[in-house]
């Protein structure tokens, strides 16, 4: 819905709260005016509000991501991941070394053995 129009739409909520509620505390003309013009009033300005603020957040939302904070931060993860997998790599390598020299080593004690 459009500003302009929840605008309207709370302007004339309110103008039929104040006429049933001018209805049932006034007992005179001016009265049940009073009433109708102020309550109108309020939910006119507090519709305002309520739209400036909506707006005032929605637009902060779009400006407030700072973007190139994230890409470095991002590129410093991706960097420090690599790094983590050629050590993960390397440790890898160093243990199938290490298996196959121990297999090695047992076949060897067999056919010593036997």
Excluded at 37 to 50: A, E, K, P, Q, R
Excluded at 87 to 97: C, F, N, P, Q, V
Aim: a negative charge; aromatic letters at 18%.
């Amino acid at each position: 819905m459009l500003g302009e129009n929840f605008v309207y739409f709370f302007t004339v909520q309110g103008f039929f709260v104040g006429i049933i509620f001018g209805i049932l505390k006034s007992f005179d003309a001016e009265g049940l005016l009073t009433y109708t013009f102020f309550i109108t009033t309020f939910f006119y300005l507090f519709s305002h509000i309520i739209i400036a603020l909506y707006f005032k957040t929605i637009t902060s939302k779009a400006y407030f991501f700072p973007k190139e904070t994230h890409e470095k931060e991002l590129d410093r993860f991706v960097k420090e991941i690599n790094k983590r997998e050629k050590l993960i790599d390397s440790a890898i390598k160093i243990t199938d070394i290490a298996i196959k020299m121990n297999s090695d080593e047992r076949e060897e004690d067999k056919v010593a053995t036997a």
